[in-house]
């Protein structure tokens, strides 16, 4: 099973960003994806998540800038971020179930 998320990258505050993370694993429909990230100094924290009827959750932190979303037929989900700040840099990663991906580098500078 593998998870490859990619999308990071440098980026000034106020601009937005789309990560991307692609899934090897059958009946990815089916399955609950999930986003989080590790600031530096922190420990890595749940974002958000979305279920396999669309329905989705995110932490107090991620509402109203972050929005999570998936392509069944293109085995991916993505995080689109709004309105970047500095404290928005990280490691974000993808997970479903047990796996997780490698996770990409955000750096927003301000």
């Known amino acids: 099973v593998q998870l490859q998320a990619s999308g990071g990258g440098l980026v000034q505050a106020g601009e937005s960003l789309t990560l991307s993370c692609k899934v090897s694993?059958?009946?990815?429909?089916?399955?609950?994806l999930g986003w989080y990230r590790q600031r530096q100094g922190l420990e890595r924290e749940w974002l958000a998540e979305i279920h396999n009827d669309q329905t989705t959750n995110y932490a107090f932190s991620a509402k109203g800038r972050f929005t999570i979303s998936r392509d069944n037929d293109k085995n991916e989900f993505y995080l689109r971020v709004n309105s970047l700040r500095p404290d928005d840099s990280g490691v974000y990663y993808c997970?479903?179930?047990?796996?997780w991906g490698h996770g990409t580098l955000v750096t927003v500078s301000s």
């Open positions: 694993l059958s009946l990815f429909s089916t399955r609950t």
């Open positions: 997970k479903t179930s047990t796996y």
